[in-house]
C-alpha cells in the first residue's frame, strides 16, 4: 500500500502518560496535515506543515500538542499529560501542492 | 473561520433510489469543496470535488452541484447499491489558506435491500 499510512493504529493509555503518534505520507507530497476525529463528528483540523515547516496550528493545539516534520518527510504528532478529554481518533493526510488530500487510516486513543 | 453545516445527519435509502446530502458554507472565500467517504473504521477516501470555478461535476453515479451565491453544495448519488452504506462528509477550503479542510458533521446512509 503505497498510501499514508500511521502507526500505530491503537493506542490506550493512562491519564497523564505521554504518546506519540506517527505518520508516513504519499512519497513526494509536500504537505503534511494532522486531524482529530471524535466519535460522530468530522474531522477538525489541527496543523499542517509544508515540507518540514510548521505553517499553522490550529486553537485546538493546546501547549500540551507538538507535532514535527523532520526532513520534511513523516511526522511526529506528541501528546504530553494525556487527558481523557483528548480520547479520539488522530488523521493524518498529506497532499501534493493543490487541494486534494489524502487520509491515512488514523491512530484511535483511548486515555483510562 | 469558516463554518459547514451539513443535513441531514442519517438518510436511508431503498436500493436503487438516489440519495441527496446537502451542505451550506459560510467564507464566501472558499473555492473548493470535496466529498469523503467514511467506511466504519477505515480511512476516510475522497470521491469527488468540484471547485468554485464550476457549477456542476459528475463521475459515473455520484455528481456534486456548487450554488456560489447561496453557499450551498450538494451531493447526489444515483441508483443508489449497498455498499454505498458509509458516513459521508463535505468539505471546504481555501486555496491559498493552507487548503486546510473544515468538515461537515456527515451522513450516515444505509442503503436497504
Known amino acids: 500500500d503505497t498510501g499514508v499510512s500511521q502507526d500505530p493504529r491503537h493506542k490506550i493509555t493512562k491519564r497523564g502518560q505521554n504518546v506519540t503518534f506517527r505518520c508516513d505520507p504519499i512519497?513526494?507530497?509536500?504537505?503534511l496535515y494532522w486531524y482529530r476525529q471524535t466519535l460522530g463528528q468530522g474531522p477538525e483540523f489541527l496543523t499542517y506543515?509544508?515540507?518540514?515547516?510548521?505553517?499553522?496550528k490550529s486553537r485546538l493545539l493546546s501547549d500540551r500538542f507538538s507535532a514535527e516534520r523532520p526532513k520534511g518527510s513523516f511526522s511526529t504528532l506528541e501528546i504530553q499529560r494525556t487527558e481523557q478529554g483528548d480520547s479520539a481518533m488522530y488523521l493524518c493526510?498529506?497532499?501534493?501542492?493543490?487541494?486534494?488530500?489524502?487520509f491515512g487510516a488514523g491512530t484511535r486513543l483511548s486515555v483510562l | 473561520g469558516e463554518n459547514v453545516e451539513q443535513h441531514p445527519s442519517t438518510l436511508s435509502v431503498q436500493e436503487g433510489d438516489s440519495a441527496v446530502i446537502k451542505c451550506t458554507y459560510s467564507?464566501?472565500?472558499?473555492?473548493?469543496f470535496p466529498w469523503y467517504k467514511q467506511e466504519l473504521g477505515k480511512r476516510p477516501q475522497l470521491i469527488i470535488d468540484?471547485?468554485?470555478?464550476?457549477g456542476e461535476k459528475k463521475d459515473q453515479r455520484i455528481a456534486v452541484t456548487l450554488n456560489k451565491t447561496a453557499k450551498h453544495f450538494s451531493l447526489h448519488i444515483t441508483e443508489t447499491q449497498p455498499e454505498d452504506s458509509a458516513v459521508y462528509f463535505c468539505?471546504?477550503?481555501?486555496?491559498?489558506?493552507?487548503?486546510?479542510?473544515?468538515f461537515g458533521t456527515g451522513t450516515q446512509l444505509k442503503v436497504e435491500l
Open positions: 493526510a498529506s497532499s501534493p501542492q493543490g487541494n486534494i488530500q489524502y
Open positions: 512519497s513526494e507530497h509536500n504537505r
Open positions: 506543515f509544508q515540507n518540514e515547516a510548521q505553517l499553522e
Open positions: 467564507d464566501s472565500a472558499s473555492n473548493y
Open positions: 468540484i471547485r468554485s470555478n464550476v
Open positions: 468539505a471546504a477550503s481555501l486555496t491559498g489558506g493552507g487548503n486546510k479542510l473544515t
